[in-house]
């Protein structure tokens, strides 16, 4: 019994955090689908990729598993404080289904960092040879302001540019996202920041992915303390659920 009465206000406490948890993927994928920087960023990385997520897909997919660890958490607290074998059951079921998806965003992102180091920076370095300088596409415009963003130059550099057509045309001219400082209203290559723009990048994912890492590591440990904490509460409730 006391064993049992543990394990109850243990189940309790997790469940608090892993409410949290929901509220916080809630938050994420609201400022990702308001962030205006982030929508370039997204929308250039998926440019002839079938694996790069829009930012759309993404904020969507934040806020659809917040919403459903904020019910699973609601449910674990609901059920442990009633002692329901109904709402208990129904917990474990989530919890399963949860950590189940959070299987498979791992093994996507294990493929997606495949197709990251391999095709996508030569795929996205092979469109700079139609970047267009008198009619800006969408394409464009998008790298204009990660260029910006970053103080990024290219994809892996500046050099990127030189099989362009407009860049022979305009004598050697790169595009002004390229420069803080423009000589003449003019970017040239020695004016033209140093690094590429998929370098930098790649520099501030894997900073923040391991932070990520260590975050959903925590998350499925606090997850799975639940679910046996939920299994040894509903094997020690013998009395029925009564809902009045």
């Given at each position: 019994?006391?064993?049992?009465?543990c394990?109850?206000?243990?189940l309790?406490?997790?469940?608090l955090?892993?409410?949290l948890?929901?509220?916080?993927?809630?938050?994420?994928?609201?400022?990702?689908?308001?962030?205006?920087?982030?929508?370039?960023?997204?929308?250039l990385?998926?440019?002839?990729?079938?694996?790069?997520p829009?930012?759309?897909n993404?904020?969507y997919?934040?806020i659809?598993?917040?919403?459903?660890?904020?019910?699973?958490?609601?449910l674990?607290?609901?059920?442990?404080?009633?002692?329901?074998?109904?709402?208990?059951?129904?917990y474990v079921?989530?919890?399963?289904?949860?950590?189940g998806g959070?299987?498979?965003?791992?093994m996507?992102?294990v493929?997606l960092?495949?197709?990251?180091?391999?095709?996508?920076?030569n795929?996205?370095k092979?469109?700079?040879?139609?970047?267009?300088?008198?009619?800006?596409?969408?394409?464009?415009y998008?790298?204009?302001t990660?260029?910006?963003?970053?103080?990024?130059?290219?994809?892996?550099?500046?050099?990127?540019?030189?099989d362009?057509?407009?860049?022979?045309?305009?004598?050697?001219r790169?595009?002004?996202?390229?420069?803080?400082?423009?000589?003449?209203?003019?970017?040239?290559?020695?004016d033209s920041y140093?690094?590429?723009?998929?370098q930098i990048?790649n520099?501030n994912?894997?900073?923040?992915?391991?932070?990520?890492v260590?975050?959903?590591v925590g998350?499925?440990?606090?997850?799975?303390?639940?679910?046996?904490?939920?299994?040894?509460?509903?094997?020690?409730?013998?009395?029925?659920?009564?809902f009045?």
């Amino acid at each position: 019994m006391t064993c049992c009465l543990c394990a109850k206000y243990i189940l309790l406490f997790f469940n608090l955090l892993i409410w949290l948890t929901g509220g916080a993927f809630l938050s994420c994928g609201i400022l990702v689908l308001y962030k205006r920087d982030l929508h370039e960023l997204f929308a250039l990385l998926s440019y002839d990729s079938q694996l790069v997520p829009s930012f759309h897909n993404v904020g969507y997919v934040l806020i659809g598993v917040g919403a459903l660890v904020f019910i699973v958490g609601l449910l674990g607290c609901c059920g442990s404080v009633r002692e329901s074998r109904l709402l208990l059951g129904l917990y474990v079921f989530f919890i399963i289904l949860v950590m189940g998806g959070e299987l498979a965003v791992a093994m996507y992102t294990v493929v997606l960092g495949d197709e990251w180091d391999r095709s996508l920076p030569n795929t996205l370095k092979s469109r700079l040879s139609t970047y267009n300088y008198t009619v800006p596409q969408r394409f464009e415009y998008d790298l204009d302001t990660v260029q910006k963003q970053f103080s990024c130059c290219g994809i892996h550099g500046s050099s990127d540019f030189h099989d362009n057509t407009d860049y022979k045309i305009y004598g050697n001219r790169l595009p002004s996202s390229c420069c803080n400082i423009l000589s003449n209203g003019i970017c040239t290559e020695s004016d033209s920041y140093r690094l590429g723009c998929f370098q930098i990048i790649n520099d501030n994912i894997q900073l923040y992915s391991k932070l990520i890492v260590t975050v959903g590591v925590g998350i499925a440990l606090l997850e799975l303390t639940a679910l046996i904490m939920a299994v040894c509460v509903c094997r020690n409730t013998t009395e029925e659920d009564e809902f009045y």
